[in-house]
């Protein structure tokens, strides 16, 4: 049969032969056709003309959702396109627009995810993540997690900017409220985490008092120690810069160490010290002397 039109499912139809049709029809004899071509004229998405031609409908008549879901697989077999991979534009080329607006509210993600629910396609593994997606929190987080536990299966305190970019989510990094930091996504989805726990300090965060107290006492129950004697080999170096290169000034600023300890280090002349050991090595080593 000749066809008339320069579409890309016609021209697709024209190139393939009898056993090709033959073969990619399988799937659909419930549908009783011959071939590819009987099913597309079957759901009317093409016509034969008065001199035998087969002419492609211009606004298909999409009858129902499952002839959408049996039309979209049909393509991405006919095409030997990776589901994840079509794009809103090519479903529109290929007579799908009507049908995505009509059945699943302009939203070809989620006709994707009808099509082929055993993929288990992510809104993020598209080759267009739909627009604004990544404004709803719970997403970002959800994307967040599947990175972390599904994709990587990696501790989430490990996640770099690097993990984000090779696995599809350089959009959700670079949203205008993450603004390229992994800490403030890490965050938003693990909220147990605590900044000081990855394995360098996330630029630009400052710990507030009960953080620096919450930092210092659990790093100093991981060594089996009295939190005033943690050297400051365990504190990260944002966070010893932070309260100028001593870790009595940590210890005070986290209201573990007090001012008295201070006078105590300075009336010494013992701040070198107190710096390489600790306030309460001091005092034992003067109680011994």
């Not at 966070?239 to 010494?268: F, H, M």
Request: hydrophobic residues 35%.
């Amino acid at each position: 049969m000749a066809i008339r039109d320069s579409h890309a499912w016609s021209k697709k139809l024209a190139g393939l032969n009898a056993q090709a049709l033959e073969e990619l029809s399988r799937v659909h004899r419930r549908n009783g056709c011959k071939n590819m071509a009987d099913f597309w004229i079957s759901k009317g998405w093409f016509t034969v003309g008065k001199s035998g031609e087969i002419i492609l409908n211009k606004r298909p008549r999409w009858q129902s959702e499952a002839d959408v879901i049996d039309g979209i697989r049909l393509l991405a077999k006919t095409e030997g396109i990776d589901p994840a991979r079509i794009s809103y534009g090519f479903l529109e080329e290929n007579g799908f627009e009507w049908a995505i607006i009509r059945f699943f509210d302009g939203s070809h993600y989620r006709a994707l995810r009808a099509a082929f629910p055993e993929i288990g396609i992510q809104p993020w593994e598209l080759s267009e993540t739909p627009k604004g997606f990544f404004d709803d929190p719970e997403e970002r987080k959800r994307a967040t997690r599947w990175l972390a536990e599904t994709r990587l299966s990696k501790d989430p305190r490990e996640l770099s900017k690097a993990d984000f970019h090779d696995n599809g989510l350089a959009g959700l990094l670079h949203h205008p409220e993450i603004r390229g930091s992994p800490w403030r996504l890490i965050s938003e989805a693990y909220p147990e985490i605590k900044p000081w726990e990855l394995k360098r300090m996330p630029a630009g965060v400052e710990l507030s008092g009960k953080e620096l107290c919450d930092m210092v006492v659990t790093r100093a129950g991981e060594l089996g120690i009295d939190p005033m004697d943690l050297p400051r080999g365990r504190v990260p170096g944002s966070v010893l810069k932070a309260n100028g290169n001593s870790i009595l000034n940590v210890l005070i600023a986290a209201g573990i160490a007090t001012e008295e300890d201070r006078k105590y280090v300075e009336c010494k002349g013992a701040r070198k010290s107190a710096e390489r050991r600790s306030i309460r090595a001091l005092r034992r080593n003067e109680d011994q002397g």
